[in-house]
């Protein structure tokens, strides 16, 4: 349950936070709306929850932006951490396998909360934000500041319940946006300002209810119309959606509105001709296999599919479904809402930018909206898309959002990056695989959270590492095993440097029994959010 919080709340953090939503509110509603804790609810609502837990070293709250760490795992609050503790190494006559070394180490494994890093301060009831300033309840953020109740984003000032946002200020309850400004449920858009209850928009100002448009303004219902009867259809429009938030303290999300009207086929007068992209799987089974052996030693046998279970296992899911107009594959994966959009309202991106532009609703039904009725008026238009792709992009296959990517498999976004499968945004990255949310790394497996890389297996919340495995919250570590919430080490197991042939001769063993399990069983049971569960 999210922290109440607001005016009642005495933490100079919580005073500036309700300074800057009256702010919000003003401008987006033309009015303040009261105190911001009485809508957290509302607020985390559809978005990803902040966790919280008892430190097992304080007992002190430690909250944590990622879910995956197993229950009955040890926690800590990255401040009560001593980074130069020393620990005795460990009895090599004692490993025999990866269970041997969990065992050995497990009184050292605590999974890291409350990770505040770079130039930060006011930041409460938070995690995994960096060099940012007066943020309360929120998740995986750097840059920012002012911001409560919302997760995953960079370079943002004065946004609220929003999941998925960059470059964005003074936005409510918005999903999936870039270079935003003054928005309210406004979901997958780039470079707009001031639109409410609008999706896939692109350069676009001035909207309400719109669907797939680029370089519109002054438009409700996809129909544009004269500035001054578009602010004061507006003004009515916003002056009732204030009311119900004062009142109910809550409002419908854009995707509670179209949930319940009848759904007709869209038309599309010209359906645009798609070019079918054939896929080349050999550069994709080629790069994984090399990438194998760098990491251990030898290939594994079998195609990549092979391993999907086992590369999906800490990885977004993702799902297909047929297009409402054509039924052609529409593909999209768990993050920012995506899968809250109605499955038999999804378009491709080609179709629903066709359609965006034939489609509106009739100038006497703008006369006519009002917030209680709309969703009858916006029905016809209310179809999405998951899809975009922005750049030159080579041998996308099953990837729905590429950016100026090269060589992937069944991942998205794949940005900047070449040589990926299975993975969850891999940013300026090469050859990673069953990844989540990475940046600038190489050669990498099972790596989550993580920026700089290079040969590591099996890592979370790490930097600046290279090959390593089964380590969490650690920076500047290099050839190091199981390591957890140290720094500068290299040739360590379980946060004790052991010298470079003791150690070799552990990684090797490791290694066979890694490749025996995996040949036999393509899978492998232990992983880093696992591996501290405590029996």
Not at 44 to 67: L, Q
Not at 335 to 362: D, H, M, V, W
Request: glycine share 8%.
């Amino acid at each position: 349950m999210p922290n109440m919080g607001g005016k009642n709340m005495g933490t100079t953090c919580m005073q500036t936070i309700q300074r800057r939503w009256d702010a919000a509110c003003k401008v987006l509603f033309k009015r303040e709306l009261g105190d911001i804790g009485e809508y957290a609810k509302w607020l985390t609502h559809n978005n990803e929850p902040i966790i919280h837990r008892k430190s097992s070293v304080t007992g002190k709250d430690v909250a944590y932006a990622i879910s995956a760490y197993g229950e009955g795992s040890k926690w800590i609050g990255f401040d009560e951490i001593d980074f130069g503790k020393s620990y005795p190494p460990l009895n090599l006559n004692e490993i025999k396998d990866i269970d041997s070394i969990a065992q050995a180490v497990r009184e050292r494994i605590y999974y890291a909360g409350s990770v505040i890093l770079g130039n930060s301060g006011e930041v409460e009831k938070s995690s995994n934000i960096s060099d940012s300033f007066f943020m309360h309840e929120t998740g995986k953020f750097g840059d920012c500041k002012y911001l409560a109740f919302s997760t995953l984003g960079r370079l943002c000032d004065s946004c609220f319940g929003c999941n998925g946002i960059g470059e964005s200020q003074f936005c409510i309850k918005s999903y999936e946006t870039f270079k935003e400004k003054r928005c309210f449920e406004f979901w997958m858009g780039q470079n707009s300002s001031d639109c409410y209850y609008s999706h896939n928009l692109s350069s676009c100002s001035d909207c309400m209810f719109c669907f797939s448009l680029k370089n519109r303004r002054n438009s409700i219902g996809n129909l544009e119309l004269e500035p001054e009867k578009y602010r004061r259809i507006k003004d009515s429009l916003v002056f009732q959606l204030a009311s119900e938030l004062e009142q109910k303290k809550e409002a419908p999300s854009l995707i509670d509105i179209v949930g319940g009207v009848p759904l007709a086929k869209p038309l599309l007068p010209n359906m645009p001709k798609e070019t079918k992209k054939e896929g080349n799987m050999m550069p994709i089974e080629g790069e994984f296999a090399k990438t194998c052996e760098i990491l251990f030693g030898k290939r594994l046998p079998g195609r990549i599919d092979d391993y999907s279970e086992w590369l999906s296992r800490r990885v977004r899911k993702s799902e297909q479904h047929l297009s409402a107009a054509s039924g052609k594959t529409v593909r999209r994966w768990d993050y920012c809402n995506y899968f809250l959009l109605p499955k038999n309202r999804l378009l491709t991106q080609a179709e629903a930018l066709a359609f965006g532009e034939s489609a509106r609703i009739s100038d006497k039904e703008a006369e006519g909206l009002t917030m209680e009725a709309v969703g009858r008026a916006i029905g016809k238009l209310a179809f999405f898309s998951t899809e975009y792709e922005e750049g030159t992009n080579t041998n996308i296959i099953e990837c729905p959002t590429p950016t100026q990517s090269a060589n992937s498999y069944r991942s998205s976004p794949v940005v900047y990056s070449k040589h990926c499968a299975y993975s969850f945004w891999p940013r300026s990255c090469e050859h990673v695989y069953g990844c989540n949310a990475m940046f600038d790394s190489e050669f990498c497996i099972h790596c989550y959270h993580s920026v700089k890389l290079k040969r590591c297996f099996e890592m979370d919340t790490c930097r600046d590492c290279t090959d390593s495995m089964f380590c969490h919250n650690c920076e500047n570590v290099h050839e190091s095993m199981f390591c957890f919430n140290v720094k500068n080490l290299r040739y360590a197991i379980g946060n004790a440097e052991l010298g470079r042939e003791k150690y070799l001769q552990v990684k090797g063993l490791v290694h066979r029994k890694i490749l025996k399990q995996l040949g036999q069983r393509r899978n492998l049971e232990k992983d880093i959010y696992n591996v501290g569960m405590q029996k």
